[in-house]
């Protein structure tokens, strides 16, 4: 059974940082391409970025050059570091398989003052 595990998610003020983990078992993880989807309350799910197994990364737009997505193989480990963080980052994140076959229940970030 493919479980993916979010955490790392709480409020932090404009402009700050956070890292992202998910953990991932179930599956292959080391030949997966995984994402992170975020969806703010009220809209719908929103792509954010890939991480090819090759370590490739691919991100939209409004989050490029702000957000980092990187795997740890050996541990079967996701991860998004987030930084300068604006309120229109706001929104529950999520860690799924490639395509979106599995999702994670999501780790809540809040960017407020």
């Known amino acids: 059974e493919v479980q993916l595990v979010e955490s790392g998610g709480r409020m932090v003020q404009p402009g700050g940082s956070l890292r992202l983990s998910c953990v991932a078992s179930?599956?292959?993880?080391?030949?997966?391409?995984m994402h992170w989807v975020r969806q703010a309350a009220g809209k719908g799910p929103e792509w954010v970025s890939e991480?090819?197994?090759?370590?490739?990364?691919y991100y939209r737009t409004s989050v490029e050059g702000r957000f980092v997505t990187s795997r740890d193989n050996t541990k079967n480990m996701l991860y998004l570091q987030m930084n300068n963080l604006s309120a229109d980052d706001t929104a529950l994140y999520y860690c799924t398989t490639f395509g979106g076959g599995s999702w994670g229940r999501g780790t809540q970030v809040i960017v407020s003052s």
């Open positions: 179930g599956f292959a993880f080391s030949n997966s391409g």
């Open positions: 991480i090819s197994p090759d370590e490739s990364t």
